[in-house]
């Protein structure tokens, strides 16, 4: 992915157009009010959209296979988060190649902020930086 971006991505104005690029974005049909989602675009590098896919899929079966043991040894107190508790609820409102596809989407947004920021991923860090948002702040 660095390679085909040269490793800026400072020319995308954020993470949908970025995912939009691999062509991972559902192809949108808007009229007036009413606002219907198609199919993805399968536009963009094949290569690289197939390898988030298979990464998509890996981690969706993971998750799977955590919320089944988790179920099985029945830790108390111990909770899905973040990326794995998405995933789970996209497959339980879909089938699950959509939720490959909403899983692969959120991995590509992912990989932007990262190659944006030049940080690695920390999710706990992302959360603190969303409550502290000033749109997120509490009135007095």
């Not at 049909?29 to 988030?52: A, C, F, N, Q, V």
């Not at 988060?81 to 879909?94: F, M, P």
Request: proline share 2%.
């Amino acid at each position: 992915m660095v390679a085909a971006t040269s490793g800026d991505v400072t020319h995308f104005t954020d993470a949908r157009h970025f995912s939009s690029w691999f062509g991972l974005t559902p192809r949108e049909y808007s009229s007036g009010g009413s606002r219907y989602l198609g199919r993805i675009s399968k536009k963009g590098d094949r290569y690289l959209r197939m390898l988030h896919t298979h990464g998509a899929r890996s981690a969706l079966r993971a998750a799977k296979v955590a919320q089944v043991a988790g179920k099985v040894a029945q830790v108390a107190g111990k909770e899905m988060q973040g990326v794995r508790r998405r995933a789970l609820n996209v497959q339980g409102r879909s089938t699950h190649d959509k939720a490959t596809c909403a899983l692969t989407n959120k991995l590509a947004c992912i990989c932007y902020a990262t190659l944006r920021d030049h940080k690695p991923f920390d999710e706990a860090a992302r959360l603190n930086r969303k409550e502290n948002r000033q749109s997120f702040a509490m009135p007095d």
